[in-house]
Each structure stands twice: as structure tokens, then as C-alpha cells.
């Protein structure tokens, strides 16, 4: 049974442009959530997701950042004009059920760790 | 909003060693998930506790979570070059939004042959 997969593993952008982190959760799960983790921080939560709809997107910045989980496909989280600051590993995690107790916990993918020179 | 205090940031034991990971909360702890995560891996669940008093183990490593729910241990026992990596725990967010998990920093544990 594959975990959850990511992709790219490693990303690099210049300044300005677009990145697409896409995310791909363990068969059977419909609920994924993403996470950044920044240079000697903490993973933070960033949005959650079911199959089209947004959940809970409060830790995601209002500008320049988008998330998505189509009916059909992996999720994409994606982030325009990418500036330095957006430098992290993204993390995708997701569960069979909305998470929150012993049953559901979250399964994590291995992460993209995203550059931006 | 809940923050989590993980200690020792960093440590070093030589193989067979025991050690022990702390984890304290700001508030009250509803869930405390244990992760293990290796440089370029994702993090692997290892376990999770909920009630006060609690105590999980699996294989050498056991979890704890205090009576008053603010306080979390990991231990392993007899420790070996595969258990080092980033021992990371995790607190579910509460009001309705317990799939918010929020993350320590990280002790970051190595195991000398």
C-alpha cells in the first residue's frame, strides 16, 4: 500500500516565479493537509482539504498562495512569485477520515523542499 | 495558541544507551502525536496518546502523556544507530479544529556505533 507520494522532491524558482508542489494522498484517504516547515522552526499547519473543497485555510498567506484538491488528481498547493522567504519543505499529510483522534491520524509524505535563489 | 517545548534540543548516546525526549504544552494536551523524521524523509508516525496517564509502546520505544495532560516523554531503551533522526511530537488543535496539529522543534537524536 504506497504512502503518501510528493512531487517534485526538490524544487528550485527564481525570484518571481510560480512553484506547483503537488501532493498524492494514501489510497483511501480524501482529507490532506499541508504544512510548511521553515529553517529552524516547527512544522505549521497551512490548509486543509477534502475532495474539492477548502476546509480550513487559515495558516496559509492570503496572497500568493493557493491550494486545490480536485475531484480527480493529487492535491497542488501552489505559490505564485515566489520570494526567498517561501524557501521551506512542504509536507502533505492525509487521513481516511477528518483527524482528530487515534483513527485518523495523519500520515505524512517525505516532503518537497522548495529553493528559491 | 498552544506552543510545544521540546527537550533536549540535540543529543548524542552511545549505542545501548537509554535516553528520554521531553515534550511540554502552553495548555492542555486533547492528543500528542509522537513523529520520527530522517533528513529528505517525511516524518513516521510512531504513536499517539490521549488520556492522562497514558502509556504506549512499541518495540524499545515508549510514550507517556502526564496525569494532567501538559506533559509528554519519549523513551527508548537500548537505543540503536537506526532509532536516530528528528524525534518530533505534535498536539491536535482544539475547538473543532483538532486536525491543526501543532510541532516542536525537534530534538534531533544521534546514536553512536
Known amino acids: 500500500n504506497a504512502g503518501v507520494m510528493q512531487n517534485p522532491r526538490h524544487l528550485v524558482r527564481r525570484r518571481g516565479q510560480e512553484a506547483r508542489l503537488r501532493c498524492s494522498p494514501m489510497k483511501g484517504h480524501s482529507h490532506v493537509y499541508w504544512y510548511r516547515q521553515l529553517p529552524e522552526e516547527g512544522l505549521k499547519f497551512m490548509v486543509y482539504l477534502q475532495k474539492e473543497n477548502i476546509i480550513d485555510e487559515s495558516g496559509m498567506p492570503k496572497e500568493r498562495f493557493s491550494a486545490e484538491f480536485p475531484k480527480e488528481g493529487p492535491s497542488i498547493l501552489r505559490i505564485q512569485q515566489v520570494v526567498r522567504g517561501d524557501s521551506a519543505a512542504y509536507f502533505c499529510?492525509?487521513?481516511?477520515?477528518?483527524?482528530?483522534?487515534?483513527?485518523?491520524?495523519?500520515?505524512f509524505g517525505p516532503g518537497t523542499r522548495l529553493t528559491v535563489l | 495558541s498552544q506552543e510545544l517545548e521540546q527537550s533536549p534540543q540535540s543529543l548524542i548516546v552511545q549505542e545501548g544507551k537509554n535516553l528520554t525526549i521531553n515534550c511540554t504544552s502552553s495548555?492542555?494536551?486533547?492528543?500528542l502525536y509522537w513523529y520520527k523524521q530522517k533528513y529528505g524523509e517525511g516524518l513516521i508516525f510512531l504513536m499517539m496518546l490521549q488520556k492522562g496517564g497514558e502509556e504506549k509502546s512499541h518495540e524499545k520505544i515508549t510514550a507517556k502523556l502526564d496525569e494532567k495532560k501538559q506533559q509528554s516523554s519519549l523513551h527508548i531503551t537500548a537505543s540503536q544507530p537506526s532509532h536516530a533522526g528528528i524525534y518530533l511530537c505534535g498536539a491536535e488543535g482544539s475547538g473543532g479544529s483538532n486536525y491543526k496539529l501543532t510541532f516542536g522543534k525537534g530534538t534531533l537524536l544521534t546514536v553512536n556505533p
Open positions: 495548555k492542555t494536551l486533547y492528543g
Open positions: 499529510a492525509s487521513s481516511p477520515l477528518p483527524s482528530g483522534g487515534a483513527a485518523d491520524t495523519q500520515y
